[in-house]
């Protein structure tokens, strides 16, 4: 009997110590999620006007104009973004993002998978160990960009983009990422990212009528990678939040289960205790009785 309080007393002593660890993860995340959800809400205005702004442009521009990161052609190679974390302890999050380009791949580009001729450029440690085990061709250069998230990280890793479609090694490049809603709720996404998508004009709608000075194209090759390493400096900050409301609720589960297992455990130590205590009476009165006897 005393070995079974000895095992019940460490695994209170065990779930309390995870706890603790649980509830400060959380806090950590917290404080780190209020800053990351700043950065995006301010961040995510500009991105969508500026997105807005030039699907409108290539949406409206003349055939004699050239906008090359518009190019639209038959769809042998494709590379995906793919944003996940460098650590996990933040739910189903990462598993979540890899399972929708998965999906991705095998309904809407079999017969480029089968070929061989879908790649990886992974941002996050997690996509990039996943597609490392399963053998996926992967551009291995910057998936360690959350290490030093800065704008100019994330627009290396998008000129690579730009221009390897540019070169044709790509035809066309897609962004999966996790949208971030609140700490509770994020979106798992896929976005074509280039060609650059044209919007659909509706029947008597009015198109967006822009004066170029000087003429479009020369302001377009100018502007078009600015606007479009924003686009994905955008889905990295919307992941980075994602993750650290995804590890804060994943967190405070814990915490909460942790607290259901103690008070569990508490009264089996408690059952145990008071059997324990009982079969030591019983045996002092049978003693007893054996004197008198």
């Known amino acids: 009997m005393s070995g079974q309080l000895k095992e019940v007393r460490n695994r209170i002593k065990s779930v309390t110590s995870t706890q603790q660890i649980t509830k400060a993860m959380k806090m950590v995340s917290a404080a780190k999620l209020r800053r990351a959800q700043d950065a995006i809400i301010q961040m995510r205005p500009y991105s969508g006007k500026l997105q807005d702004m030039l699907s409108n442009i290539v949406s409206a521009a003349s055939s004699e104009v050239s906008l090359p990161l518009a190019d639209e052609r038959p769809i042998e190679r494709v590379l995906f973004i793919l944003v996940t974390s460098d650590r996990g302890l933040c739910g189903a999050y990462n598993a979540n993002v890899i399972k929708l380009a998965r999906s991705i791949i095998s309904s809407k580009y079999a017969a480029q998978q089968a070929k061989g001729n879908v790649t990886i450029l992974p941002i996050g440690k997690k996509g990039y160990e996943f597609f490392e085990r399963n053998n996926q061709k992967q551009v291995s250069d910057y998936w360690d960009i959350f290490s030093d998230l800065t704008f100019e990280n994330v627009r290396r890793a998008a000129v690579y983009a730009q221009q390897a479609f540019l070169n044709k090694e790509y035809d066309r490049v897609e962004i999966v990422y996790s949208q971030f809603k609140n700490a509770a709720t994020q979106n798992f996404i896929s976005e074509q990212y280039l060609p650059i998508p044209k919007v659909e004009q509706k029947e ?35 992941a980075n939040a994602s993750e650290h409301g995804a590890r804060m609720t994943a967190m405070d589960k814990a915490s909460e289960n942790a607290n259901d297992l103690l008070k569990a455990l508490k009264i089996s130590y408690n059952r145990a205790r008071q059997a324990a205590i009982t079969t030591e009476l019983t045996e002092i009165v049978s003693g007893a009785a054996a004197l008198q006897g």
């Open 204 to 238: 008597n709608s009015m198109s967006t009528d822009f004066i170029f000075e000087p003429s479009m194209e020369t302001l377009m090759q100018e502007l078009m990678p600015k606007i479009l390493n924003t686009q994905v400096y955008k889905a990295v900050l919307d």
